[in-house]
């Protein structure tokens, strides 16, 4: 009975303890939010006169900390070959280590920058851009250099920016940067912001790059670059530097050939070429026809499959490209006919405004338009129209398009033959003209405007050009509007070839400078909006008004410096839209 009662009451006595214990848990106070803290180093940071023959560095934090994505995080200036080992490496550590496998340079002053590898274990706080420095020599170089860069084709500072700087002694020469390392390197913060500190006094050469492959190198086909095109000393630079980041600079070459439907190759290419000739090498084309917009990087090969007895031979096709002095040789995937499309016809929009013409695009290269078979109604009395081909796949119907009317388009079978010899079955296009009160109109002022050729673009609110204007002028309108919310960019031509013209490294030649206006417009219906742009002034400003988290930054973590380069679209836009870019 007694045994019974004692194991009675250890049973109760357990299941109180075990409820007591399921109330509630410990709070464990306020969350962690600080930084990991470095308590001690070894050498000491700041040190100097460290022994070339260095075999390690031992840094102690307040807690166990991460080294995060450290490969693409720390950089080191100088850099360090071989690659120093970095430890902690996928566990936790309140130490960390770093491991020299070779002898250190002599009077060097090394900086160990971490960006943003080190956080804590718990949380995951991160210290920040935090540096460890020292020196072999008998004291710390001390001269820096501030900027910040900018990226004409992203409405956010692209990650992973590198800016360095190259020795520019006798050694230097301008492939240096294909090879070697910059002798400093540094990170742009999210703003656009770099500092370059601990900089020896020389001259320099100033780069910055969009570094995708995290090996501190520029490649100048696939990476944004920008630079400084004079010398730099930081002893004599006192003023904070901009770099404007451009496309790369892409040369010919001939990437693939591939079959896009019936009758027709795509050539795709690099260096956006003027001209280009085709010639095939192992079948005779008699209907070849060769479609290429110049400064495209596609070329269209069109023809006819049955005319040039292709069809049945399922033949993969040699072809000679020639571009230039160059000339490179490419081979198709094997050709498979199908079946051939009928051709179609479409128009571009069902609603249009005064200053419009009704643009009709095939499917097929047009060999033909013949206007007696193509009716138009206003209302519903039949008016004339002149028609122009602007392409090989485009025509436009002009009349006098007025506010308030309905319009009809009838296509007649035989109105359109194409380049297979197709013609067109009846298609009925309608469009509508609202009234002239549901539009709006914009006049641009351009003061301060460079004496060059100008784009004037209105965008929307994706960034899309929807109008551009080519002009030596200092005033531009566009009207008839629809309402809603748009946008201003400007792309200087400065020397009136008619492309906008990208940067070149090698050449000392810096992009074409882009403007955007910083404020949106507002379109109302039957309003006239004038506004005044004063190019590099007040109402020009950096990138972060187009950043909703940017919007709330105080003055001291926004560039103080105002930006003229903000966005570049698509340079394969039709002209309407965007210049071509020169690239050769």
């Known amino acids: 009975m007694r045994r019974f009662l004692r194991n009675f009451l250890s049973l109760i006595f357990l299941f109180l303890v075990v409820s007591c214990a399921q109330k509630g848990s410990i709070s464990g106070g306020e969350k962690d939010i600080e930084p990991p803290v470095l308590i001690s180093s070894s050498p000491d940071t700041l040190s100097t006169n460290v022994p070339v023959d260095l075999k390690e560095i031992v840094l102690k934090f307040n807690e166990f900390v991460l080294l995060k994505d450290f490969i693409k995080n720390i950089i080191i200036s100088p850099p360090i070959e071989p690659t120093p080992t970095f430890y902690p490496q996928g566990t936790a550590d309140k130490k960390v280590k770093i491991t020299f496998n070779d002898s250190l340079k002599p009077n060097t002053t090394y900086n160990i920058h971490f960006g943003k590898s080190l956080v804590d274990n718990n949380e995951g706080n991160v210290k920040k851009y935090f540096n460890y420095v020292f020196s072999t020599g008998n004291f710390i170089d001390s001269l820096k250099i501030e900027g910040q860069v900018f990226d004409p084709a992203q409405k956010q500072i692209p990650e992973n920016i590198i800016v360095g700087l190259y020795e520019w002694d006798e050694k230097y020469t301008d492939s240096l940067i294909l090879s070697q390392k910059p002798y400093y390197v540094g990170k742009v913060d999210s703003l656009g912001n770099f500092t370059l500190n601990h900089l020896k006094e020389s001259e320099y050469r100033l780069i910055a790059f969009t570094d995708k492959v995290n090996n501190t190198r520029v490649d100048l086909e696939e990476e944004t670059m920008a630079f400084y095109p004079r010398k730099i000393n930081p002893k004599n630079t006192n003023q904070e530097i901009t770099l404007e980041l451009f496309p790369p600079r892409s040369y010919f070459r001939v990437n693939d050939v591939v079959q896009d439907g019936y009758g027709k190759f795509n050539f795709i290419m690099s260096g956006q070429p003027d001209e280009i000739e085709i010639l095939p090498i192992n079948h005779e084309f008699k209907t070849a026809k060769i479609i290429h917009k110049p400064f495209s990087d596609t070329l269209q090969f069109w023809f006819d499959p049955v005319k040039d007895t292709i ?27 199908g079946v051939q499309p009928a051709l179609t016809l479409t128009s571009s929009s069902d609603v249009f405004v005064p200053e419009d013409y009704l643009k009709i695009r095939s499917n097929y290269p047009i060999q033909q338009i013949d206007s007696t078979f193509i009716n138009l109604v206003e209302d519903t009395a039949k008016i004339s129209y002149n028609i122009q081909q602007k392409n090989d796949f485009e025509f436009d119907l002009k009349f006098p398009i007025r506010f308030e009317k309905n319009y009809k388009v009838e296509l007649l079978p035989g109105a359109v033959i194409d380049f297979f010899g197709q013609a067109n079955d009846t298609v009925n296009l309608g469009m509508r003209v609202d009234k002239e009160r549901a539009y709006g109109n914009v006049k641009v002022i351009l003061q301060n405007k460079p004496d060059v050729p100008v784009w004037v673009q209105l965008l929307n609110k994706t960034g899309n050009v929807i109008l551009s204007k080519y002009t030596i002028e200092n005033e531009v309108e566009f009207k008839r509007l629809k309402p809603g919310s748009y ?96 690239t050769d």
């Open 311 to 337: 069809a049945d031979k399922n033949k993969r096709l040699t072809f000679a490209v020639n571009h230039h002095e160059k000339s490179d040789t490419i081979r198709s995937n094997r050709y498979n006919n």
């Open 487 to 582: 946008r201003l960019k400007m792309m200087v031509d400065e020397n009136a070839n008619g492309r906008w013209d990208t940067g070149d490294f090698f050449t000392n030649t810096q992009p074409e400078q882009i403007y955007l206006y910083a404020e949106e417009l507002d379109v109302k219906a039957f309003w006239d909006i004038e506004e005044t742009w004063i190019l590099n002034g007040e109402n020009q400003k950096g990138e972060e008004i187009d950043s909703p988290e940017n919007k709330d930054k105080t003055k001291s973590d926004a560039p103080e410096e105002d930006a003229k380069l903000k966005e570049i679209s698509d340079p394969t836009i039709e002209s309407s839209a965007l210049p071509p870019m020169q």
